[in-house]
């Protein structure tokens, strides 16, 4: 009951409570549980009466409000490390009641410019095979984010299939073809410069990508309890002007402790290398970490190795390592507010790869020294006018060399 818009198989399709069946307290909750997943309506509820004139029967009634899938969008927004963020799009999650998603968007920030189109038909077979196409085009100033100089432009299309294997894991395939033109700046230091020099500044690739993912979420946005795992590889495939890999695993869990107080704890590992004629990872595809979505306390992106330019910026690197520990709960008195969170947190992590000594390229000497450390409080708020996040983190480590910032926020991008 309540679907005005979506069309009634798109909610059938979740259904785990088969009609004619025996009664599943398990399978009943599973299909809330799907239906609230969607993201299409603000609360689902259940009713169980029983059939008139029986003993042994019930009807099974979903009740759903539905909520608007659909944002025609222009707006403004703010980050300490990217500027004013200029942003429209035209996204629908779910088209004329389909459950198709079609996204279409544009970004401008000091940072990058980025032009993008998605497509997505998450049940392409009944058996709830997934099929989607994207493109994008993108320039990025890499100087703009606190980094090394230098410029990228990336124009890649691409299709990605999704498998379900059961009630809650996938496994997703997906090919694209990508042009990128790197340029040094009039400031590059000698790793771009020399890179460049060697390698060349455009070059086609054909990223091949694998992952699985399981989630037990209760809510895709402020979960409560549940869990989810992800594990994704990418490599470029022979044939590839630059061939290399990245491969990630993470892990996040939330557990409910209490009426209204949650645990999250969450951790996460990246790598990658090159293969074939490159011996390391190019370095705009390089790891960052730092900031209001890494360790806060530690401005954006300059935690790791710096390249050896005048005023030596964060270079990145090909391992990153992050943790983190938080305590959520809901304003004071105002728990009835769903739009906003409150932490306190724990955080840890780690961004390891070459750096140059002498002129020469030298692989890391990995250390658990090397770990930085923030503890702090955030607020987390999904605003009408796009998602805002506020931090103040205290460093338990830092050093001479180490770009502290206590007080970070971003406006306008998700968390």
Same mark, same amino acid.
């Given at each position: 009951?309540?679907?005005?818009?979506?069309?009634?198989?798109?909610?059938?399709?979740?259904?785990?409570?088969?009609?004619?069946?025996?009664?599943?307290?398990v399978h009943i909750e599973r299909s809330k549980a799907r239906l609230n997943r969607?993201?299409?309506?603000?609360?689902?509820?259940?009713?169980?009466?029983?059939?008139?004139?029986?003993?042994?029967? %019930?009807?099974?009634?979903? &009740?759903?409000?539905?909520?608007?899938s659909g944002n025609l969008s222009a707006g403004l927004g703010y980050s300490q490390?990217?500027?004013?963020?200029?942003?429209?799009?035209?996204?629908?999650?779910? %088209?004329?009641?389909?459950?198709?998603?079609?996204?279409?968007?544009?970004?401008?920030?000091?940072?990058?410019? %980025?032009?993008?189109?998605?497509?997505?038909?998450?049940?392409?077979?009944?058996?709830?095979? #997934?099929?989607?196409?994207?493109?994008?085009?993108?320039?990025?100033?890499?100087?703009?984010?606190?980094? &090394?100089?230098? +410029?990228?432009?990336?124009?890649?299309?691409?299709?990605?299939?999704?498998?379900?294997?059961?009630?809650?894991?996938?496994?997703?395939?997906?090919?694209?073809?990508?042009?990128?033109?790197?340029?040094?700046? &009039?400031?590059?230091?000698?790793?771009?410069?020399?890179?460049?020099?060697?390698?060349?500044?455009?070059?086609?690739?054909?990223?091949? #990508?694998?992952?699985?993912?399981?989630?037990?979420?209760?809510?895709?946005?402020? #979960?409560?309890?549940?869990?989810?795992?992800?594990?994704?590889?990418?490599?470029?495939?022979?044939?590839?002007?630059?061939?290399?890999?990245?491969?990630?695993?993470?892990?996040?869990?939330?557990?409910?402790?209490?009426?209204?107080?949650?645990?999250?704890?969450?951790?996460?590992?990246?790598?990658?290398?090159?293969?074939?004629?490159?011996?390391?990872?190019?370095?705009?595809?390089?790891?960052?970490?730092?900031?209001?979505?890494?360790?806060?306390?530690?401005?954006?992106?300059?935690?790791?190795?710096?390249?050896?330019?005048?005023?030596?910026?964060?270079?990145?690197?090909?391992?990153?390592?992050?943790?983190?520990?938080? +305590?959520?709960?809901?304003?004071?008195?105002?728990?009835?507010?769903? &739009?906003?969170?409150?932490?306190?947190?724990?955080?840890?992590?780690?961004?390891?790869?070459?750096?140059?000594?002498?002129?020469?390229?030298?692989?890391?000497?990995?250390?658990?020294?090397?770990?930085?450390?923030?503890?702090?409080?955030?607020?987390?708020?999904?605003?009408?006018?796009?998602?805002?996040?506020?931090?103040?983190? %205290?460093?338990?480590?830092?050093?001479?060399?180490?770009?502290?910032?206590?007080?970070?926020?971003?406006?306008? #991008?998700?968390?």
């Open positions: 009951q309540g679907n005005t818009k979506t069309r009634d198989a798109v909610l059938r399709r979740e259904m785990r409570q088969m009609e004619n069946a025996w009664a599943s307290s969607l993201g299409y309506f603000e609360n689902v509820g259940i009713e169980t009466p029983l059939v008139p004139g029986t003993r042994d029967q %019930m009807d099974l009634v979903y &009740s759903v409000s539905e909520k608007s490390t990217q500027g004013i963020i200029y942003n429209a799009s035209v996204t629908q999650d779910n %088209m004329f009641g389909s459950g198709k998603r079609v996204s279409l968007s544009f970004n401008r920030s000091d940072v990058s410019t %980025m032009y993008s189109f998605g497509y997505t038909n998450p049940y392409f077979t009944r058996d709830g095979v #997934s099929l989607g196409y994207n493109m994008l085009y993108r320039q990025t100033d890499a100087q703009q984010a606190n980094i &090394s100089n230098y +410029l990228t432009d990336v124009a890649s299309a691409g299709i990605n299939l999704g498998f379900p294997i059961n009630e809650s894991q996938r496994f997703n395939l997906g090919f694209d073809v990508k042009q990128t033109t790197v340029k040094a700046g &009039s400031f590059s230091p000698s790793e771009v410069s020399n890179w460049i020099a060697e390698n060349g500044e455009s070059f086609l690739t054909f990223p091949f #990508s694998v992952g699985w993912v399981r989630d037990t979420l209760d809510k895709p946005v402020f #979960s409560n309890e549940g869990s989810q795992q992800r594990i994704s590889a990418m490599v470029t495939l022979p044939g590839s002007d630059l061939e290399f890999f990245k491969v990630s695993v993470k892990d996040r869990h939330y557990f409910p402790l209490a009426k209204d107080l949650v645990l999250k704890v969450m951790g996460s590992a990246s790598y990658g290398k090159g293969y074939g004629k490159i011996k390391d990872l190019p370095f705009f595809e390089n790891y960052f970490a730092g900031g209001v979505n890494s360790v806060r306390g530690f401005r954006d992106n300059t935690l790791g190795p710096k390249d050896s330019g005048v005023d030596s910026r964060p270079f990145g690197g090909n391992i990153k390592i992050l943790g983190n520990a938080e +305590l959520l709960f809901p304003i004071p008195f105002m728990s009835d507010v769903e &739009s906003v969170r409150l932490g306190v947190f724990f955080d840890i992590g780690t961004l390891q790869g070459p750096y140059q000594s002498n002129g020469v390229m030298v692989s890391p000497n990995f250390k658990f020294a090397d770990f930085k450390y923030s503890t702090g409080m955030a607020a987390q708020w999904l605003s009408p006018f796009g998602a805002l996040q506020v931090s103040y983190a %205290m460093p338990l480590n830092d050093d001479e060399n180490d770009e502290v910032q206590m007080f970070q926020f971003s406006f306008g #991008s998700q968390f």
